[in-house]
């Protein structure tokens, strides 16, 4: 009769671990950031913070030592592009300016709503990373109190990052272009022609979807964001270089590959561009 | 029994603070361990399955707050794990040196595998790929290999085993 009583307690504590599981579940899928959920995770996330900034800064030359080390001879020979590009650029620079001058009147005259340089932003730094294995999300020390909103594009010198994903006072959770469920909308930046470049999950490539099998895509071509009606991104941002095309024409889908030009691991310091999309919520 | 509760309560915060600050930064090839899992099985194995299920919970849910994925989707896993480990671990030999890390590594396996399925039911289609499987089972050898470490401080927080209120099946009549 005992071991009855035991048993039919046990079972009720799981059951209702299970269904109170159930429901924990259901209420933050319906209800997404607002509401208790929401506000109990950012306060525990608040709460943490000044832990996680002490640790993150101790930890941050052995990371950023081991990180040397593993990509020593990488970085040389990296330097010394950068040094050849550079002395390039400079040259180009005094042309582009009066190019990046008509631009912005064009997109004026356009009715386009970004320019680049022209959208302010704000500069934080990466401060942590998830404690999940399933996610690929970064921690930034700016939020609420900077300006920065959910959905805001973030970029580095190199090109896009991701998009702000959680706001809290002190910091946000950046969703970088590489997670699974982060997707896109890019064009090819010779031939213009639209895509999409969806993160894979545990990979550090992305895939260009939804592109005509008929197009001519190259190894090494640039890829930015699209900007088109309803993006989350405004247009012109550096996202990806194409790494690898394979397909034949007459295939019915071309598998194109991209490499992206930010290199998250390495990556200390970001911008979060104050930019929403056209009729957003502010 | 409420000192068992507040030292239970005391691992559970410091192991969630370890996890959320100190681990992201001891991560083998890429896979952070699961210490409230750890802790879960360590608790299930000492105070029977219903103890294991709730403090699993209590883990997975705190675990959740700093999570993307839908809060209450670690809670289940855990609460499962908890619930599994203390049903088994009544018919094991106890005083053996190989059971924790044992249930440590079937604890990450089970784990990991119900919460990519349980995700994947609830919308988290990315969860389904062979990435995570790699993950689950990295993890669970990275779990395996934590549970001896952890095994006394949870083990002194849970109390002694309380062999006369346990059955070998924890749904056992």
């Known amino acids: 009769m005992t071991a009855f009583r035991r048993g039919t307690r046990r079972r009720s504590v799981v059951l209702l671990l299970l269904v109170t599981s159930i429901t924990l579940i259901t209420l933050d899928q319906r209800g997404g950031d607002s509401g208790v959920i929401g506000e109990v995770r950012d306060r525990a996330r608040d709460v943490v913070a000044p832990l996680q900034r002490v640790v993150d800064d101790a930890f941050s030359p052995i990371d950023e030592w081991i990180d040397g080390a593993r990509r020593g001879a990488e970085i040389e020979r990296e330097n010394r592009r950068l040094r050849e590009e550079l002395s390039e650029a400079r040259g180009r620079a005094a042309s582009g300016a009066a190019a990046r001058r008509d631009v912005a009147a064009l997109r004026k005259l356009a009715g386009l709503t970004f320019v680049p340089g022209e959208v302010e932003t704000v500069v934080a730094q990466v401060v942590g990373a998830t404690p999940g294995n399933f996610e690929f999300t970064v921690e930034i020390d700016r939020g609420s109190t900077s300006g920065v909103r959910s959905g805001m594009p973030v970029v580095a010198g190199d090109g896009l990052v991701g998009r702000v994903d959680r706001v809290y006072r002190h910091r946000s959770t950046v969703l970088l272009i590489t997670d699974p469920s982060s997707g896109v909308g890019v064009r090819l930046a010779d031939s213009g022609v639209p895509g999409v470049a969806q993160g894979r999950a545990g990979r550090t490539e992305l895939a260009l979807e939804f592109v005509d099998p008929t197009t001519d895509v190259e190894e090494g071509e640039l890829v930015v964001t699209s900007g088109l009606e309803g993006s989350a991104f405004p247009p012109g941002i550096p996202v990806a270089r194409v790494s690898s095309v394979s397909g034949s024409d007459r295939a019915l889908e071309k598998r194109v590959l991209l490499r992206p030009l930010v290199d998250f691991p390495s990556t200390s310091l970001v911008k979060v561009l104050l930019w929403s999309p056209p009729g957003a919520q502010p | ?173």
């Open chain 2, 1 to 173: 029994m409420t000192a068992r509760v507040v030292r239970l309560a005391l691992v559970l915060v410091t192991l969630v603070l370890l996890q959320v600050t100190l681990f992201p930064h001891l991560r083998v090839a890429g896979v952070a361990p699961d210490l409230g899992l750890v802790a879960t099985v360590i608790v299930g194995y000492r105070i029977g399955p219903d103890r294991g299920a709730v403090f699993g919970f209590a883990a997975g849910l705190a675990l959740d707050l700093f999570l993307r994925t839908p809060l209450g989707l670690s809670a289940l896993a855990l609460s499962v794990v908890g619930f599994a480990t203390g049903a088994v671990s009544g018919a094991m030999m106890r005083s053996a040196m190989w059971v924790p890390p044992l249930l440590g590594l079937l604890g990450g396996l089970v784990g990991g595998t119900v919460f990519v399925l349980v995700g994947v039911l609830v919308g988290q289609e990315h969860l389904w790929s062979l990435r995570s499987a790699r993950v689950v089972a990295v993890g669970s050898v990275y779990d395996a290999l934590l549970t001896p470490l952890l095994f006394p401080v949870v083990a002194w927080a849970a109390g002694p085993p309380e062999e006369a209120v346990r059955s070998p099946a924890g749904w056992g009549a």
